[in-house]
């Protein structure tokens, strides 16, 4: 099976080398990084690394959709630009999406820190992802290709896109969450503190789920780099 990794990117030159670098070393099918209008050595970096980039306007779903129109392969694999996966949770996907039974599913996520308080929030997010089937775009997404272009990809909007996209794909068959790790940085919990980071991603997952405009919710979540 041919995997596209689609990896959108605006200003992540502190990030993205060892991203990068590390996910060609799982040998996918490609590795397409869709820069938002980068003002730092983001693409420059991508380009070394000889990868294809794409422009496209800014906004992660927005980008991740350009992305999966320029995939050819079978299963899309959306990872973020402080993701890190290992090559065993990457190979149990490839085992997985052999069997036709599954259109896609995420990772377990994995903070890439030892503090207990982020160990803490990670299993409270696993238990959320399990049993409330509430799953995050830093727990890598993959799903069909075509199973993709009949969602008509993600929702244009400007937050909580992992979320909308999630829930419809549930909608047309099996999704599976994988035991195996998608790890994401600590930066934006370091950043931000993690009570205050933790608190207001709940809120905002909640607001959005009762129909709060992604327009207005977005101002609450700054970009971190």
């Excluded at 996910?23 to 990084?33: C, K, M, R």
């Excluded at 490839?94 to 820190?113: H, Q, R, Y």
């Excluded at 205050?196 to 809120?203: D, E, G, K, S």
Aim: hydrophobic share 40%; net charge positive; aromatic share 10%.
């Amino acid at each position: 099976m041919k995997v596209s990794i689609i990896v959108p990117t605006l200003n992540e030159e502190l990030v993205l080398e060892g991203t990068l670098s590390q996910i060609q070393q799982l040998s996918p099918h490609e590795v397409i990084v869709t820069d938002g209008g980068s003002k730092d050595d983001t693409c420059k970096i991508a380009n070394r690394l000889n990868l294809h980039v794409i422009a496209s306007p800014p906004g992660r779903s927005l980008q991740m959709n350009a992305g999966a129109k320029e995939a050819t392969g079978d299963i899309l694999l959306f990872l973020h630009a402080d993701n890190r996966l290992e090559s065993e949770s990457y190979q149990k996907m490839l085992e997985c999406m052999k069997n036709p039974k599954w259109v896609g599913g995420a990772f377990t996520l994995g903070i890439d820190s030892g503090k207990w308080s982020l160990k803490l929030i990670t299993l409270l997010a696993n238990i959320r992802s399990k049993y409330l089937g509430l799953a995050y775009g830093d727990q890598g997404f993959f799903v069909r290709k075509e199973i993709f272009k009949e969602l008509q990809g993600f929702s244009p909007i400007p937050i909580c896109e992992d979320l909308d996209f999630y829930q419809r794909l549930k909608k047309k068959g099996s999704v599976i969450l994988l035991k195996e790790k998608a790890y994401t940085s600590p930066r934006r919990w370091i950043k931000e503190g993690i009570f205050f980071t933790t608190a207001r991603n709940i809120l905002i997952a909640i607001l959005f789920g009762l129909g709060f405009p992604p327009h207005i919710l977005t101002k609450w979540y700054l970009a971190i780099r």
